[in-house]
């Protein structure tokens, strides 16, 4: 079984709508996503929702770890206002 099959079908169909969303872009650097991002970390109390994932490279996404994105977060995409 897969990491994220483990985590269950919405967590896969959430993840696939975030990654479309951001059109495949790491926020952070704008390389390919091939992951999601909790901008607030769950261990700080953020949750899975779409306002608080974000499309993020593998690199990236290692390199926050827990870290809260919310001051790393340089740019904005405005296509997030029409689907959250």
Not at 13 to 39: F, K, Q
Not at 52 to 70: D, E, I, P, Q, W
């Amino acid at each position: 079984m897969s990491r994220l099959s483990a985590r269950g079908p919405v967590w896969v169909a959430l993840r696939a709508r975030v990654l479309d969303r951001d059109g495949g872009v790491c926020v952070y650097c704008g390389g390919e996503a091939s992951e999601v991002d909790h901008i607030v970390p769950k261990a700080a109390g953020g949750r899975d929702e779409l306002a608080n994932l974000a499309a993020a490279c593998k690199r990236c996404n290692a390199r926050k770890g827990a870290r809260s994105a919310v001051a790393r977060l340089t740019w904005f995409n405005p296509q997030w206002l029409d689907r959250v």
